[in-house]
């Protein structure tokens, strides 16, 4: 990406530190919308037996998570048009968006992978020391 971008020292180093900062800002969002869905998946799970009050708490939590992974994907690009040329922020979001379908297709390939190598596993036959016991 910074060879793309073709930045200069300085730019380069800026727009690190903004990268670096909406890298932060989206892991830590995601991770507190992954336990406000499993703490969803858990309500859901006890079905009537949870209070609607709590359920809706919590759909609203993962909404305004959803809304702040937005509000920070918003700021990113302000925070980039300080530094870099339009066609630079757009070969930005070109890049992120084809890194993260890229990486999904790597990990649905190694979990196929691992899937089908699964029928191929033959477990050993035990050890002579197991025969004995």
């Known amino acids: 990406l910074l060879e793309d971008l073709n930045l200069s020292k300085e ?3 800026a727009f690190i530190k903004i ?3 909406f890298i932060e800002q989206e892991r830590n969002l995601h991770r507190e919308k992954r336990d406000a869905f499993k703490k969803l998946v858990h309500m859901s799970a006890l079905g009537d037996e949870m209070p609607d009050n709590s359920i809706m708490k919590t759909l609203d939590q993962v909404n305004e998570i959803d809304m702040k992974i937005v509000s920070n994907h918003v700021s990113f690009i302000k925070d980039m048009e300080k530094k870099l040329a339009p066609a630079q922020i757009a070969r930005v979001v070109v890049f ?5 379908m ?3 297709e790597k990990v649905f390939e190694f979990r196929t992978k ?4 699964k029928q191929f596993y033959v477990p050993s036959p035990p050890s002579w020391e197991e025969d004995v016991e």
């Open 11 to 13: 730019k380069s180093d």
């Open 19 to 21: 990268y670096d900062a």
């Open 96 to 100: 992120e968006q084809n890194f993260q």
């Open 102 to 104: 890229k990486m999904r």
């Open 114 to 117: 691992k899937h089908k190598m």
